[in-house]
């Protein structure tokens, strides 16, 4: 499974951007799929995590209500819509699949996928 992040860019506070993670070498809707954020001099940290077939999401309380993921299964991609972005936002986005027909997975050392990572900086 390869995975290519993209859409990060500079935007100003309450600006939006929006991810996608396109995946290939395997058919997507198999995998919960997940987008992480790791900080200059900070752990990495879930954002947002999505069922194999979109049923089920989950967001970090620091994003609830301003972020909202989304895939297309037939695309081969996950969406992660970012909006009244805010200075703390400021990130290396990265997204991740775990092979799991049902359910959400949260701990990021379950993820057996990575892709590379696209950034995100948010300007005051």
């Known amino acids: 499974v390869q995975l290519q992040a993209s859409g990060g860019g500079l935007v100003q506070a309450g600006g939006s951007l929006r991810l996608s993670c396109a995946a290939s070498g395997t058919t997507l809707e198999t995998y919960v799929i997940g987008w992480f954020r790791q900080a200059p001099g900070k752990e990495r940290e879930m954002v947002s995590c999505i069922s194999s077939r979109g049923g089920y999401t989950h967001y970090a309380d620091s994003v609830k209500g301003r972020f909202t993921i989304s895939r297309d299964n037939a695309k081969g991609t996950v969406y992660l819509q970012m909006n009244s972005l805010q200075p703390e936002d400021t990130a290396v986005y990265y997204c991740?699949?775990?092979?799991?027909?049902?359910?959400?997975?949260?701990?990021?050392?379950?993820?057996?996928?990575w892709g590379q990572g696209t950034v995100v900086t948010v300007s005051s």
């Open positions: 991740a699949a775990d092979f799991r027909l049902f359910g959400l997975t949260l701990n990021f050392k379950e993820y057996d996928y």
